[in-house]
């Protein structure tokens, strides 16, 4: 009997993921299969389970909240991008060998963005969320060349820590939610970066955000819209996007990472939103 190639998703909670399904669906356009599982794991147990996956011939690793950063101090080589986020979300041996890391998360947005026809360049941006998640798309965002980016947050320190990261790279703005409503101009793409979604929740921001024709994007996806997205719609907001097509996008970045081979998103998106609905 044929072994399979062996990958895993890593994370705590991690059994809700589609990254299994999503991954098999890749492997099926190239006529093959492979042994993907969601594995659950506890911060103590995270580098001796990495390291003997690895030694045991797995593949590759997806890395999930709350393990990138330990993922990050794990790996022995680290990829450019990874290294502006300061955090892996993929795993892999190197032909030396060595624990390689790599963040696919930024380049997941930018052509998800792109897909749907709202790139960055030439945009006004606003990012909302200061913390991981923001941090490993902001890399991206600058070097998309939009005409003005800002990072919003409940505590306008932690975003201007952000922003300091990224001081090499140009301007960017920081501003706390209270500061945005003395905006005199609107937000041509609104990102919610934030964990708010999660708990179907909305973060404290004024009602008038966007221009006319501004985009609304949240990381976070369900089988209904989000709190934000609602939020949005309800500001008159007509793209609305939220963040499976971001999932299956940097999941097909670590695909190709493993692989060498890039799959067609469109068609595992809309089997996703498929199931998704099914009840």
């Not at 966007?210 to 976070?220: I, K, L, N, S």
């Amino acid at each position: 009997m044929k072994m399979l190639d062996r990958y895993a998703v890593i994370g705590n909670p991690v059994r809700h993921s589609r990254s299994p399904r999503i991954h098999q669906l890749f492997a099926a356009q190239f006529g093959s299969e492979v042994d993907y599982q969601a594995v659950q794991l506890e911060q103590r147990e995270l580098a001796s389970w990495v390291l003997d996956f690895f030694r045991d011939s797995g593949k590759g690793l997806n890395v999930t909240v709350p393990f990138k950063q330990q993922a990050y101090d794990l790996a022995e080589v680290r990829s450019e991008r990874a290294q502006r986020a300061g955090a892996v979300n993929t795993l892999l041996t190197g032909k030396d060998g060595r624990l390689y890391g790599d963040t696919t998360d930024g380049v997941g947005l930018l052509r998800d963005l792109q897909r749907q026809g709202c790139s960055p360049e030439g945009r006004s941006v606003l990012l909302l969320g200061a913390g991981g998640a923001a941090r490993s798309v902001l890399g991206p965002l600058v070097d998309s060349r939009p005409n003005r980016l800002a990072i919003a947050n409940r505590t306008v320190a932690k975003a201007a820590e952000l922003a300091e990261l990224m001081a090499d790279s140009g301007v960017i703005q920081v501003f706390s939610y209270e500061q945005l409503a003395a905006q005199s101009t609107g937000w041509d793409l609104v990102i919610n970066a934030t964990s708010a979604s999660l708990g179907q929740q909305v973060p404290d921001l004024p009602g008038k955000l966007w221009t006319d024709h501004g985009v609304a994007y949240d990381m976070v996806y369900g089988s209904e819209p989000t709190a934000f997205l609602r939020f949005a719609a309800d500001q008159g907001v007509v793209s609305c996007i939220d963040g499976l097509g971001m999932l299956v996008e940097q999941a097909a970045e670590s695909f190709f990472l493993w692989r060498g081979q890039r799959p067609v998103v469109e068609p595992v998106i809309a089997r996703l939103r498929q199931e998704m609905h099914v009840p």
